[in-house]
């Protein structure tokens, strides 16, 4: 009886060690808040101003999002890792945008499983790419849906001709299918990412392909960054004006070039960035070739409160009369640790070509300047 007790503490004990040793979490975001803008268009790529607009937008600062991310501690100081995440729209709903136009995935963002350990990490599958994380770290602005080094980088991808249908970009991405990303640990402030994902297209071993590095510092307020991204048929997908969809046939074209330099300083509470910044079409450098600068000041009045400004310029370096200036200044209060409220406005001045737009998600007609303004809350749980 004794024997038979013992042997059912010990399955119960380790049971338990075992349990404690992986882990699921579901997490989210609801970020939604009220918008004017005085000037919209009905799509990314149109001429024709609709006029200004009051509405419910949802992601003033980052999108409404949720998710499912585990871990497993497999021994030895490594990990096995996987995450499930996709954005929505908080007033209505609606799953996000995958990469194919008009199409809608409930995990558009992110579905890894990897590996982490003294190496660092691995990761497999869709996932944000690196050049991303890079710019938000060496943006003041962080890289939000408001007036940010996000906004204006897409502004790059609307100039070459992105219609904001799905997340298949022009210059750069935001998101990659069948990614494999290492990131490797800090080595005195420094690490490397490196991306590169197959295009998985039958008789063309260049078709569809991406490949990225990034190289980052860290250390003493400093953040540098250094990205370069390369892809092949980036971008195949045209939406008519009736609404079909033109696919491009795969040919292993290197269409898709980015080079981003960046850096920001925190001095106790003030904030400083800068970058430059590069995007062309290799194949037609002739008609897709853009430059981007960007600059921005932040300081944080208390631990709960502070404000952040950005200018970013977009400039066709083919076409000198195609540019676009962009101003926007935000204020962050923290309610809670949960809780953020915010208010943000933004002007954008397009000449030209130029249709970049000051939030996400709300078009700018091309040739017009802009001014836009939102109030909204954001909640973690």
């Known amino acids: 009886m004794k024997l038979k007790l013992s042997a059912a503490t010990a399955l119960v004990a380790f049971a338990g060690?075992?349990?404690?040793?992986?882990?699921?979490?579901?997490?989210?975001?609801?970020?939604?808040?009220?918008?004017?803008?005085?000037?919209?268009?009905?799509?990314?790529q149109s001429k024709v101003n609709l006029g200004h607009v009051y509405e419910l937008k949802d992601g003033g600062i980052y999108s409404s999002i949720w998710g499912l991310r585990g871990t497993e501690d497999i021994g030895g100081g490594y990990k096995v890792n996987f995450k499930l995440q996709g954005s929505f729209t908080s007033n209505n709903g609606k799953s996000g945008l995958s990469d194919t136009p008009g199409g809608t995935a409930v995990f558009n963002q992110q579905t890894t499983v990897g590996v982490s350990g003294p190496f660092g990490s691995l990761d497999l599958g869709r996932q944000i790419v690196p050049m991303i994380y890079a710019m938000a770290d060496t943006d003041v602005r962080n890289a939000q849906y408001f007036g940010s080094i996000l906004t204006a980088w897409l502004g790059l991808n609307q100039a070459a001709g992105w219609q904001g249908t799905s997340t298949n970009g022009s210059i750069g991405a935001l998101y990659d299918d069948n990614a494999i990303v290492y990131q490797s640990p800090k080595f005195y402030g420094a690490s490397l990412g490196l991306e590169y994902a197959p295009g998985g297209v039958a008789g063309q071993f260049q078709g569809g392909t991406r490949e990225s590095a990034v190289l980052k510092y860290s250390n003493y307020g400093l953040n540098l960054a250094a990205v370069y991204y390369n892809g092949h048929d980036t971008n195949p997908f045209t939406t008519t004006a009736s609404g079909a969809i033109v696919t491009a046939p795969s040919t292993g074209l290197n269409n898709n070039r980015f080079y981003y330099i960046g850096a920001m300083y925190t001095f106790h509470d003030f904030m400083v960035s800068t970058s430059y910044s590069i995007g062309k079409n290799p194949a037609k450098s002739g008609q897709d070739n853009f430059e981007m600068i960007s600059g921005g000041l932040g300081y944080k009045f208390t631990p709960f409160f502070k404000v952040t400004s950005g200018f970013y310029y977009l400039k066709d370096r083919n076409v000198s009369a195609n540019q676009s200036n962009l101003f926007a200044v935000g204020a962050e209060y923290n309610l809670s640790k949960s809780t953020l409220a915010y208010?943000?406005?933004?002007?954008?001045?397009?000449?030209?070509?130029?249709?970049?737009?000051?939030?996400?998600?709300?078009?700018?007609?091309?040739?017009?300047?802009?001014?836009?303004?939102?109030?909204?809350?954001?909640?973690?749980?």
Not at 18 to 38: C, E, F, I, K, N
Not at 343 to 370: D, F, L
């Open 17 to 44: 060690v075992a349990h404690a040793q992986s882990s699921v979490t579901l997490y989210g975001v609801l970020d939604s808040g009220l918008l004017y803008q005085s000037a919209n268009a009905a799509n990314f």
């Open 343 to 381: 208010a943000q406005v933004g002007y954008v001045n397009n000449r030209g070509a130029m249709s970049q737009t000051i939030i996400y998600g709300a078009p700018v007609p091309e040739g017009h300047s802009t001014t836009a303004a939102m109030l909204g809350i954001r909640h973690a749980f």
